[in-house]
């Protein structure tokens, strides 16, 4: 805990851009210490129940009324509220804490207390790695109702009535409906990581975010001033005069930046000599549409399904599958979306589906080798998809294709799946176009061959790199050894790209290195059709093409694959980008003295 009232800077995951100055809403946490009662007779006991009863029953109000109050674009997560719900009624917390407080004699908290930590010890055996993950929920619900027992059931959100930065444990979508976000300049959070919850609401509402920062709501107290850089993942706590007068031009430098990025971001991604690059944005949920058309996405090259299966207990209906994909392709309002089909295994598990353990996950039954496998959750999912392509653009992508006999296998399936829907006369597309990823060096030795079979191509080079490279992408030991510009991976781009273009079908580019700017360039010298990204990336990858020439970065393109190592092609980009496009990327933007190619 903080004693003085002096500055301190804390570094956390920077999850929505911008600079927000102001004072802190400290959220209340569960009361460190409970107060433990011992009730005398057995009115003071059906009395203490009854206490216990009318605070379940506020706290049921407030989730109902919270998930009733979402709004059109936050409804996909009106499961998590409905999941607080069924804890809230679950035996193990209500029923529990009720017998407690009869057979001990004690008071409701620390009935509470004892009930939810008998289901935490429950919990952390269980070997699903879902029903694990739902101990915070577990535990946010317990605060809510020890909140409604101490009488502070508000949580201050409520009646907001100035500009706030709002610091807490973590942010569920419960809380965030409660408050109303015109008075919410940035958000500061213990836990949480890029794609959390407050992340991505934060990103869709512009709101400047830190997560991740682990003791920050310890660290706060009421009324301490504080800086969120949701662009460097900081927060300053009660900053000094000199670093307040810092980031206050930064804000401003910021807020100029973006507006001029933005006013711009719907111009074509175009060269200087006329070569058109096609920009989309990768996705996970639905609610993100918005934000990319307004960053000046042309489409979306990569809607990540893995949603559905990784965030809720059961498989997702066709129905549930069909309106989600239905919505994505309206919000386009006619700009394509490549629906990615399910890639589970790996690091992302199922919660409704018992996988075996594995040694080596990644190698494992992964993607569309499990799709292939599970063929009834594959089909249900490619008649969603093929039900959504007769209300917009909608393209059908298959992640982790090792060859042509698993190509084809897949595409039976898709045939199957197309004759049962003809055969009930069910509106689809039939011209819907079908590509693959291409993220395992075998689809590359083999992409001119996979090429006649499919539409498009989209390079994973997450995976590609990791496969090709043998560098486990979770791994933080060999992340040094992560290198994008390693001439085996230039070399497979190049590869794939001329195979498609052989076969006269576009090539993209979905992995992250495809909305890194300083890699642009090369990108486009490749050959590549079209880039998919980070939405928050779009503006200045945008801003580079406007800014190059096509044929000079073909040529740097062919000069850039002569290098034997990932540094020496490091070292040329550098210098190339440094003299020809000083206004772009200022140095420390280029790769440092290593010059290995890591950002
Ligand atoms: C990739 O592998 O590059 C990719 C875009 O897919 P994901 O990151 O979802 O595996
Ligand atoms: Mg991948």
Redesign the pocket.
């Known amino acids: 805990m903080r004693r003085d009232n002096g500055e301190k800077l804390l570094k956390g995951v920077g999850a929505s851009p911008g600079i927000a100055i102001g004072r802190a809403l400290v959220l209340p946490r569960r009361p460190a210490k409970l107060a433990y009662r011992y009730l005398e007779g057995e009115e003071a006991v059906e009395r203490e129940v009854a206490r216990l009863d009318q605070a379940l029953e506020a706290t049921r109000r407030a989730l109902t009324d919270a998930r009733d109050a979402l709004g059109p674009e936050m409804k996909d997560y009106s499961y998590i509220i409905e999941a607080h719900l069924m804890i809230l009624d679950d035996k193990l917390i209500a029923e529990r804490s009720r017998r407690l407080i009869r057979e001990q004699g004690i008071n409701a908290e620390w009935a509470l207390a004892q009930a939810v930590g008998e289901a935490q010890r429950a919990f952390a055996q269980v070997k699903d790695a879902y029903l694990r993950g739902r101990l915070a929920d577990v535990e946010y619900v317990c605060d809510h109702i020890l909140r409604n027992l101490a009488g502070q059931g508000d949580n201050g959100l409520a009646g907001l009535r100035e500009k706030v930065i709002v610091v807490a444990h973590d942010l569920s979508p419960a809380d965030t409906t409660q408050m109303d976000l015109s008075w919410v300049m940035g958000f500061v959070t213990d836990m949480g990581g890029p794609t959390s919850h407050t992340a991505i609401m934060a990103q869709a509402k512009a709101i400047p975010a830190v997560v991740g920062l682990e003791r920050i709501s310890l660290e706060v107290r009421a009324g301490d001033f504080l800086i969120v850089d949701g662009s460097a993942g900081e927060v300053v706590i009660n900053p000094e005069e000199e670093t307040l007068h810092r980031y206050r031009e930064r804000q401003e430098a910021y807020a100029l930046y973006a507006r001029e990025v933005l006013a711009r971001a719907h111009l074509p991604a175009e060269t200087s000599d006329g070569c058109r690059l096609g920009i989309e944005a990768?996705i996970e949920l639905a609610e993100e549409v918005e934000t990319v058309l307004t960053y000046g996405a042309e489409g979306v090259g990569?809607y990540?399904t893995e949603f559905f299966y990784i965030a809720q207990p059961v498989l997702p209906s066709e129905e549930e599958l069909y309106q989600n994909f239905k919505s994505v392709a309206q919000r386009l309002d006619g700009s394509p979306v490549t629906i990615r089909t399910l890639?589970i295994g790996g690091d992302k598990f199922a919660s409704a589906v018992e996988l075996a353990p594995e040694i080596n996950p990644a190698l494992g039954l992964r993607a569309i080798r499990f799709c292939l496998k599970e063929r009834h959750i594959f089909k249900t999912q490619l008649r969603a998809i093929l039900r959504a392509s007769a209300h917009g653009r909608v393209r059908v992508m298959f992640?982790l294709v090792s060859g042509v006999g698993e190509l084809l296998e897949a595409k039976a399936v898709l045939e199957e799946v197309r004759r049962e829907l003809a055969a009930q006369e069910a509106a689809f597309d039939p011209e819907l176009e079908v590509g693959i990823?291409i993220?395992v060096p075998s689809a590359v030795a083999v992409a001119d061959l996979l090429a006649p079979h499919v539409d498009f191509f989209s390079?994973?080079?997450?995976?590609?790199i990791q496969y090709s490279l043998a560098i486990d992408r979770v791994n933080e030991h060999v992340a040094h050894l992560y290198q994008p510009l390693h001439p085996a991976v230039l070399r497979m781009v190049r590869q794939v790209v001329e195979a498609g273009h052989a076969a006269g079908i576009p090539v993209a580019m979905?992995?992250?290195m495809a909305g890194d700017p300083r890699l642009v360039p090369l990108l486009l010298g490749l050959g590549l059709d079209r880039l998919s990204m980070n939405a928050l990336a779009i503006p200045r990858v945008k801003e580079v093409v406007r800014s190059v020439s096509c044929e000079v970065w073909r040529r740097l393109a062919r000069q850039a694959l002569t290098y034997p190592t990932a540094a020496e092609v490091a070292a040329f980009m550098s210098r190339e980008l440094a003299t020809r496009y000083p206004e772009l990327f200022e140095p420390q933007d280029l790769w440092p003295g290593r010059g290995d190619g890591r950002r």
């Open positions: 990768n990569l990540r890639d992640p990823m993220e390079i994973g080079t997450n995976d590609l979905c992995g992250e």
